[in-house]
Each structure stands twice: as structure tokens, then as C-alpha cells.
């Protein structure tokens, strides 16, 4: 049983390294071998939470690729954290996606014998906002900006660990949408036109996305990624999980589609370091909503997984 800590406890656990003077890690490539002076090293295979548990790390082993992170399936309502209340929050509930995502990782584990990162939030979309920026994020309490900036150091730690230890890897921010076809939707923070585009017009704009080190870095173009052979959301619909896009379904044209937020571009390779981001927009029906949905459909997204991580990082090479 991993053990369980308190953040608040994490300097009489985990090696912190404080500076001698101001800098730090501003989302560089991971060159090095070591921490950088102000990283707290979190403990592979153990639990960190933030305070009052409203946040979770679970820390992977240490030569784990893989991140996984449920932002908006939270129900608590801390007195602490008032209503956000502005016209443009969006309050929603992302349903039974923590459990989904915890899914995918013990498939994971089982599979490859790595468990994953994942960080998960327990407040309400309604109180506090993790994917947005902490200036669109409409706050009404210090406590909830607080809060942000716990799950924000779990998401920085967890990928300079994989910048660290492994040299490269993927973040997968997992979410859930309400649109009427049921398919996953693959975000990588490029622009409906673009995805609606033709191959020679995808394949010019890799540094928009947040696959971008992994763009510069395949054999594949751009447009193979996103919707070739091997495209994530080909390998999704290849073990029974329709996405869009992918080689089955290419393009969203019209229909509603969220092509990636405020995570998966912050830790993501558009504007630099060696850890890829894709966000996944669940549907719920034949998917998430039942425990049989969940399990069946993690242990797919967990083969889809493997599948690209064997074929664009060479990682998992002896796991069927």
C-alpha cells in the first residue's frame, strides 16, 4: 500500500532544494540530470495531498512516461471558497471522470508494470477552476487561488519528473462533454480550421499544437499524427472508442468540439520542454456512466496508450 502524505508534512519527507538566489524552471527542455535548485522531489509510489485533501498527487514510479489528471469531476463546496459566480465560469461537472481516470491507470499498471502520475481535484468546478489560467479562472476567495496553485505544482511536478527521469513523455488532461455524438473528442490545441483543413495546410502548423516535441521529433507529418495510422485518435477508435479526429473520423467540420484547454497548452510542448499533452473529451453514454462502462472503456484507452507510446517513443516495446 503506497504511503500517504500530507503536503503540509512533505519538507520532513521529500528532498526539497532551495535556491541561493531567485530563478527556477521555466518549462525548459529537462536537460540535466538532476533537480533544479527550487523542485520539491516528490517520493515515487506514494500519495501527496494538498490542503485538507482538496487536491491528490499520486506520485508514479520514477521512470513512469505517463500523466493522467481529472480536474473538474470534484464535488465539495469549502465554505472557504465562494460560488464562482461571473457570467463566463463554467460550473459544470465533469461526471465520474476521477474514476475513470483511475481506471485507465490501474490498467496501466497491470499492463506495463509503470503506474502512471495522476493528480486529481475534489473541489467543485463551481468553487474552484483549474483549467484556466488563475486570471480567467473568477475566483471569489484567496483560498480557492491557493488551491489552484497546489494542483498547478503537482502538474509541474509530475512532468519534470518525466523530463527528468525518462527524457520525454505524455500528459492526458481527461474530461467529459455532453455533445449530442458520442465519441471522444482529441484535443491538441489546434484550431477547428486547421483540423478541417487539408493534409499540405495541417501539416504546416505542428507548432501550434501541444504535441510539438513529438511533432519535431517523428517520422510521421503532422497531419499523420493527428489523424494517420497512428494518430491517438485512430488507435481509440481501432480498440472500439470512436474519436474524433482520427483515420475513421478526420475532421469535427462542425459539430461540437473542444480542441484542448489552459493544462494541456501550460504543460503541453508548444512552448517548449519534452512532455507532449492531449486532452480527452469523454462522452458519457457507452463510456463513463456505469462501472462496467468505466472499466471496459480505461482498459481501451489504456491499449490505445501503450500503442502510442511503442509507436512515437519508442517506449513498452515487449508489452502486448
Known sequence: MMKRINLLLIAGVLSVFVACKKGGDTGGDGGGTGPKPTEVVYKPNTIVYGSNKYVTFKVGDANSPIILASPHDGELTPASMPLRDHKDAVTVRDLYLTLLTEEISNALFAKTGLRPHVIFNDVARSRMEPNRSLEEAYHKSEAANALWREYHAFLKGARDMVQQNVGKGLFLDM??????????????????????????????????????????????????????????????????????????????????????????????????????????????????????????????????????????????????
Open 175 to 320: 474530461h467529459g462533454h455532453g455533445h449530442t455524438k458520442q465519441r471522444v473528442e482529441v484535443g491538441y490545441i489546434v484550431s477547428r480550421t486547421n483540423l478541417n483543413a487539408t493534409d499540405a495546410v495541417l501539416n504546416s502548423v505542428p507548432a501550434t499544437s501541444s504535441i510539438y516535441h513529438l511533432a519535431k521529433n517523428s517520422p510521421y507529418t503532422f497531419s499523420q499524427l493527428i489523424r494517420g495510422d497512428y494518430a491517438f485518435g485512430t488507435l481509440l477508435a481501432n480498440e472500439g472508442v470512436p474519436a474524433v479526429p482520427s483515420k475513421q473520423d478526420p475532421k469535427p467540420e462542425q459539430d461540437d468540439y473542444f480542441n484542448g484547454g489552459y493544462c494541456t497548452l501550460t504543460y503541453g510542448s508548444r512552448d517548449g520542454g519534452t512532455v507532449s499533452a492531449i486532452q480527452l473529451e469523454t462522452n458519457g453514454s457507452n463510456l463513463r456512466n456505469t462501472p462496467a462502462q468505466r472499466k471496459a472503456s480505461g482498459a481501451k484507452i489504456a491499449d490505445a496508450i501503450i500503442k502510442y507510446m511503442k509507436n512515437h517513443y519508442g517506449l513498452f516495446p515487449n508489452v502486448n
